[in-house]
């Protein structure tokens, strides 16, 4: 995960918004990661967006970058992590997937 999905400003940000993900959708992350929904490309970052399915359809979505350069205390990194996580709304993936920015590769979405 990269530093500040869980706590810190992004974080804040989600939760003031009403879509940050729950305690429970995040200790339940492994299983709804091994069994996405859709998985997508964001063709702006090269980021994998992962749709996740969850028992109340609140549409858990992550972004995962591969090969993401991190560089903290004057160290760099190369890792796939975890850059973004919020409950996703469906017109807004809708919306990116028609105008280009997101394109399917994996699963379904509708």
Request: aromatic share 6%; proline share 7%; net charge positive.
């Given at each position: 995960?990269?530093?500040?999905?869980?706590?810190?400003?992004?974080?804040?940000?989600?939760?003031?918004?009403?879509?940050?993900?729950?305690?429970?959708?995040?200790?339940?992350?492994?299983?709804?990661?091994?069994?996405?929904?859709?998985?997508?490309?964001?063709?702006?970052t090269g980021s994998l967006v992962?749709?996740?399915?969850?028992?109340?359809?609140?549409?858990?979505?992550?972004?995962?970058?591969i090969d993401y350069t991190l560089?903290?205390?004057?160290?760099?990194?190369v890792l796939n992590a975890i850059?973004?996580?919020?409950?996703?709304?469906?017109?807004?993936?809708?919306?990116?997937?028609?105008?280009?920015?997101?394109?399917?590769?994996?699963?379904?979405?509708?």
């Open positions: 995960m990269r530093p500040g999905v869980l706590r810190g400003p992004k974080a804040t940000r989600h939760e003031a918004a009403g879509d940050a993900l729950t305690p429970e959708q995040w200790e339940a992350l492994p299983r709804l990661l091994r069994n996405p929904a859709a998985v997508f490309v964001d063709n702006r992962y749709v996740l399915k969850d028992a109340r359809d609140a549409r858990p979505q992550l972004a995962v970058r560089r903290q205390n004057r160290e760099t990194r850059v973004s996580a919020y409950r996703a709304n469906p017109s807004s993936l809708a919306a990116r997937l028609a105008g280009g920015v997101l394109e399917l590769i994996f699963g379904a979405f509708g």
